[in-house]
């Protein structure tokens, strides 16, 4: 995607032919872009750079959503805490009218005076006890509404913190949203800009990635999770690249690797980040099929080996998912899962 990614070998370095769909509104905010005076080779180098671009945007893009996801669960159980908080309020309330009226019937005369006037004074003295019990019970009711009313105006809080949030990482997402687009976009306008026979060679390039069986070697998973997380990753060879995706029907670089690794019953990070860190890292010289690959400094693109030095990955818009050279970005950091 990168400018570095220039091997003939793999295919991955020139880019793709780009059968992406973009918003009209982006498109048409970046407008058409005029014939590059500069020589075409700097044209494809431009449109690996925006891929790569592309790419990290759209990680920052899923590591926004997911965190959206996260914020909606917990704004929803902020939200149940407050209305359970506010029955339980309300059943209190109810009580200490029913206590309060309790006491009224009981007599609320000043105790001293009642004693002179009542006709029974032992018969007096026993409601009086009664009296001071319904008392002391109601101050203890009073403590709990009070306590309650404190707790719902705690939760209240969280919960409107909580929905502060979720504000803010719905407009990361759209942010992130329109700069893939504009990334894309611009990639595609620079592949129009080119001569017919030259954007020709260059899709025949882009498309050079196997998408058949190569020789994977004798090499076996490391576990039997990771071997359900290579069949499943080979059962989407051919599937597009949709940025953002995580299958069945397309995938981005990192959404290939948490769906595939889902079919095995495990739980991956969504973004190529969260997945370098996803489990034990080991030598390039020592990875075995079903092994997450990361690449560049930051992780922003992501692939599983799958034996004899090659890779099975969502390359880019316009490329498939497909086998490529382990090799194919310099820089490969290797985790066992």
Known sequence: MGSHRRQAASGFDRGAAVAVSVLSAAAAALGALPALAAPHDDTRAEVDRLYAQAEKATEAYNKAAERTDALREQVDAAQDRVARQQERINSLREALGSLAGAQYRS???????????SDDPADYLDKASV??????????KLADLQEAMRELAQERAEATR????????????????????QKLAKARSLLNSLPDADRAAYDRTSRSGRAD????????PASGRAAAAVA???????????WGAAGPGGFDCSGLMHWSYA???????????????????????????G???TYRSDASHVAMYMGNGQVIHAPYPGAPVRYDPVG???????TRV
């Not at 990482?169 to 942010?175: E, F, G, H, I, L």
């Open 107 to 117: 007599g609320g005369l000043d105790p001293s005076v009642a004693l002179l006037f």
């Open 131 to 140: 009296l001071d019990r319904i008392s002391l019970h109601h101050a203890d």
């Open 162 to 181: 909580d929905l502060g949030e979720l504000e803010k990482s719905r407009k990361a997402v759209a942010a992130h949203k329109r700069t893939v687009e």
């Open 213 to 220: 069986l190569p020789d994977l070697g004798a090499a076996e």
């Open 232 to 242: 499943a990753a080979r059962s989407a060879l051919g599937k597009p690249y949709v």
């Open 263 to 289: 079919q095995a019953g495990v739980a991956l990070p969504r973004t190529s980040q969260g997945q370098r860190f996803a489990g034990r890292q080991v030598p390039l010289s020592q990875a075995r099929p």
């Open 291 to 293: 092994d997450l690959v």
């Open 328 to 334: 194919m970005i310099p820089g490969a950091t290797v």
